[in-house]
């Protein structure tokens, strides 16, 4: 976000209307679920930091959303950040709202602020954030926000503050209370209920009759390890509403399958290069599935790594269908 985008439009931009999010993706009756659902709903009425972590595609952003509707603050504007868009110039302007903005503006800044993968904030905001939180019990000032921080992190932030990344004063300063949000393989147990909810939700939102899944496919999304978690899954089963086939959106989830390859029938014609394609293409997804899996879904540290672009690394994850609003 450039730091000559009119406030204003910044803050109307940003601020997440009441009940456009569902919040499917921090559900479930498994214990791990259970656990985390108690933990959420006592801290929420208080105004302590939060700050969660949990590995990319986990559900952080509706784990925020969900503590803002549970706050005394739910009638108030939820505010997102995303902090690798952040300038510290934009920065100047945000903390300079609750001095200056009026009406809508103003009101925003004492909801929630949700701070997105507050792990790749540039150093010099990392200083104009750490200024602008209260001090313990100190009355804030007027550079202070006065609204609910909640912060989230796919990495893991303990180690960027040993490594001189991210400032030890600012992480104990948002990390009142600490949530994790466990991956997708550690509950297992609620893939059924998401999947109903959905099938559910996309055979509405595309005019397609509600499939079913049968008790196959279901045990193959049991065994697989989904390391892009619940979006991951939400966009297998868009895929099974979309093309009417649970057998075709599933094929890359079956351990047991070849390379992308899949049986030729009679009809078909052997391609070598499109099998050459096919396997390439699967091949590429489960390299950048490892990498950043092994960076902790840092995608500019993946990029990197892969040697490509950043850019060139958002569009392939948008034909991997693991793009998100919470791509920066």
């Excluded at 503590?67 to 302007?93: G, N, W």
């Excluded at 049968?214 to 509403?241: A, D, F």
């Amino acid at each position: 976000m450039a730091s000559h985008v009119p406030l204003s439009m910044a803050i109307q931009g940003m601020a997440v209307t009441q009940g456009i999010r569902d919040h499917a993706f921090v559900t479930g009756t498994s214990p791990a679920m259970r656990s985390f659902e108690r933990m959420m709903a006592d801290i929420a009425c208080t105004d302590i930091p939060v700050l969660v972590a949990g590995e990319s595609g986990t559900g952080k952003e509706e784990v925020a959303v969900r503590i803002h509707r549970l706050s005394r603050r739910q009638a108030e504007p939820f505010v997102k950040m995303i902090c690798a868009a952040l300038t510290a110039e934009f920065f100047d302007e945000i903390l300079r709202a609750p001095q200056e903005a009026a009406g809508a503006a103003s009101s925003a800044w004492q909801g929630t602020v949700f701070f997105d993968e507050v792990s790749e904030l540039e150093s010099l905001c990392q200083v104009k954030l750490l200024h602008s939180l209260p001090d313990g019990d100190a009355v804030p000032n007027l550079r202070c926000l006065r609204a609910r921080i909640v912060s989230a992190t796919s990495q893991d932030l303990d180690e960027e503050v040993r490594q001189g990344r991210f400032r030890k004063e600012l992480y104990y300063r948002l990390k009142g209370v600490y949530l994790r949000l466990p991956p997708l393989r550690e509950r297992k147990e609620d893939i059924p209920a998401l999947v109903e909810f959905f099938l559910a939700k996309h055979s509405a939102l595309l005019g397609r009759p509600r499939p079913t899944v049968n008790l196959r496919t279901l045990e193959t999304m049991q065994e697989y390890s989904w390391p892009g978690n619940i979006r991951e899954l939400e966009n297998v089963v868009k895929k099974v509403v979309a093309v009417g086939d649970e057998s075709v959106a599933v094929a890359d989830l079956d351990p047991s399958a070849a390379a992308g390859a899949r049986p030729v029938t009679p009809a078909e014609k052997l391609s070598l290069k499109k099998t050459a394609r096919e396997a390439s293409r699967h091949a590429e997804r489960e390299l950048i599935l490892q990498v950043l899996t092994r960076m902790h879904w840092n995608r500019k540290r993946a990029a990197q790594e892969l040697q490509i672009s950043y850019k060139a690394l958002l569009y392939k994850l948008k034909q991997m269908g693991l793009d998100s609003a919470e791509t920066p």
